[in-house]
């Protein structure tokens, strides 16, 4: 059982970068599935959410507008789209997810337990 997120990198303020989430040695179908991020001496911060059952999504407060995520169940992965992208973006980005939450409710970040390794982005001029 494996999560791996890509698509990290050096972006300047107001660009974009697309990070992807793909699992391996199970499917990620009927499960919610997020993304969190940790900046430098910063707590983890959930950010988004998807159901892989019916495609409903959840965002923060602090990317809602800007980010996008998306599921593709035939290659088994998840994508988050991020647009205007602001110095406090700045953080590695975890992607997770769970085999007891369905949906993305308000407290689905807490279980959301099953994590890949993450991919840093930085967003600089």
């Known amino acids: 059982v494996q999560l791996q997120a890509s698509g990290g990198g050096l972006v300047q303020p107001g660009g974009s970068l697309r990070l992807s989430c793909v699992a391996s040695?199970?499917?990620?179908?009927?499960?919610?599935v997020g993304w969190f991020r940790q900046g430098t001496g910063k707590e983890r911060e959930g950010i988004s959410c998807i159901s892989s059952k019916d495609g409903s999504t959840r965002y923060s407060d602090s990317v809602k507008g800007r980010f996008t995520i998306s599921i593709d169940n035939a290659k088994n992965t998840v994508y988050l789209e991020m647009n205007s992208l602001e110095p406090d973006d700045t953080a590695t980005y975890y992607c997770a997810t769970t085999n007891i939450a369905r949906m993305c409710g308000p407290y689905v970040w807490e279980y959301l337990d099953i994590w890949g390794q993450g991919t840093l982005v930085t967003v600089s001029s």
């Open positions: 040695g199970f499917t990620l179908d009927s499960y919610a």
